[in-house]
């Protein structure tokens, strides 16, 4: 087969009018915006779908970090110094890796703190 005939056949050219290849190319873009058009919809969808999942998380963290910090307040209101002493060290002797963990935690950020001031 020519090539000139084969690209004809798989081009579509050749066949009908040039109305006729005009009005398919209509056809085509106006199915390709419609496609875009629904994938952008849903994308939007979705983006919004995640955008309220992660507020939705964002407030169940905020209430129970809320909730947390107002336990620990309560807690230094109603003890006194010799107390929560007291209570700390009961908490190290019984945990004596976990102490060790967070010292050296609270440490670092505070030689950070620090040296950003600098």
């Known amino acids: 087969m020519p090539q000139a005939k084969m690209q004809s056949d798989i081009f ?8 006729t290849s005009g009005s398919v190319t209509s056809e085509v873009a106006t199915t390709a915006k419609g496609a875009f058009g629904d994938m952008t919809t849903k994308v939007k969808e979705k983006a919004a779908e ?4 992660a507020g939705d998380a964002l407030h169940t963290s905020r209430i129970s970090t809320a909730n947390a910090l107002d336990g620990a307040a309560k807690y230094v209101r109603s003890h006194g110094a010799s107390e929560i002493k ?3 060290e ?3 002797k019984g945990n004596p890796g976990k102490s060790v963990l967070a010292a050296a935690a609270v440490g670092f950020l505070l030689a950070r703190t620090l040296d950003r001031r600098d």
């Open 12 to 19: 579509g050219a050749g066949r009908g009018s040039a109305a």
């Open 50 to 53: 995640f955008g309220h999942a």
């Open 86 to 88: 007291a209570d700390v």
């Open 90 to 92: 009961q908490l190290v």
